[in-house]
């Protein structure tokens, strides 16, 4: 029998390795970039699965639904209102058929974009919360694992993570997205890493951490301007959320800015500069590693050597 997947965190030295970005990856399957995710996945459902499949071989312990823009605001941008239900469950059933016995199957949902919770936008409590229950029960009737909550504004995460724990005992990941800037990081609303993981862990959260966003300018001598090392900057941002929370972490940083180079968009970090910054990841009290927008399959076996001779020589 399969162990809870918070219980696995809290009973075992295991660090694992989170899901593979299929928003970015799913392009080498053909995906359009501007294609509605979901909708492209259940017109493509083989290749979904085929990319789910290497994704685990590649060593992800985790595998996403890729919902994150399935929301019914999110979906309504695309005219796919309607879709929702089928959207989310569909690409739950999907991965659960290729999914191996031994790792999770996490349901992704993201922000209210295009529009926000009041004050800031005009969507009342009530709203988001019977969006985000119509969006987590059909990923829960599909299946899932976990939940997983990455967005820009943690007050929504919240309500999203109230509604996945009163629809069922599942583990919940949360993740804010945070910006450095001249004053640190922060949300996109503001927060500290210690006050974006406390509201986070007070919404109920099983582990609290941070993906995505815009981590650290490069300070070499041979930086290209405005080019970003998310790798190296991630180590700093775990150190950020620790100060203010003592519960699970994970981190799953960019691998470096989008360029586009001959028409073709590219991602600066190769996988062993990515893979090389894992341990300090680890050390600053990371659990759950990995990475997002522009990540490979290649970096994730580069990572998932690392942390599977790391996990053997810390077993319990």
């Not at 979901?38 to 071989?57: F, M, N, R, T």
């Not at 994970?250 to 996988?271: F, H, K, M, R």
Request: charged share 25%; hydrophobic share 35%.
């Amino acid at each position: 029998m399969k162990m809870n997947l918070s219980d696995r965190l809290k009973s075992t030295n295991d660090v694992l390795i989170h899901y593979a970005p299929f928003h970015s990856m799913l392009t080498d399957w053909g995906k359009p970039l501007e294609d509605h995710l979901s909708d492209w996945i259940l017109k493509h459902p083989a290749e979904y699965q085929d990319a789910i499949l290497k994704s685990i071989d590649a060593g992800c312990d985790l595998v996403s639904t890729s919902t994150q823009s399935s929301s019914p605001w999110r979906a309504a941008v695309y005219g796919l209102e309607d879709k929702v239900y089928e959207m989310n469950y569909m690409s739950a059933k999907l991965a659960r058929e290729v999914m191996q016995k031994d790792r999770y199957l996490c349901g992704f949902v993201s922000s209210t974009n295009p529009d926000f919770l009041e004050p800031v936008g005009n969507l009342t409590y009530d709203e988001v919360y019977e969006g985000y229950k119509k969006q987590i029960s059909a990923l829960m009737d599909g299946d899932i694992d976990a939940v997983m909550v990455v967005g820009n504004h943690p007050d929504e995460s919240a309500i999203a993570i109230k509604v996945a724990k009163d629809l069922a005992d599942i583990p919940v990941i949360a993740q804010n997205v945070y910006y450095i800037g001249k004053t640190g990081y922060r949300t996109m609303m503001g927060h500290t890493p210690a006050a974006g993981c406390e509201i986070l862990k007070k919404a109920g959260a099983d582990v609290v951490g941070a993906s995505c966003g815009l981590m650290k300018e490069k300070e070499n001598d041979f930086a290209v301007p405005g080019q970003t090392h998310y790798y190296e900057g991630a180590t700093e941002l775990v150190r950020e959320m620790r100060k203010g929370y003592d519960g699970l972490i994970s981190i799953q940083p960019n691998a470096g800015l989008a360029q586009v180079l001959d028409g073709e968009t590219n991602y600066p970090a190769l996988p062993n500069e990515m893979a090389g910054e894992i341990l300090n990841w680890i050390k600053e009290g990371a659990r759950i590693v990995g990475g997002c927008c522009g990540t490979s399959l290649a970096h994730y076996e580069a990572i998932s050597g690392i942390i599977h001779e790391y996990n053997r020589k810390n077993a319990i």
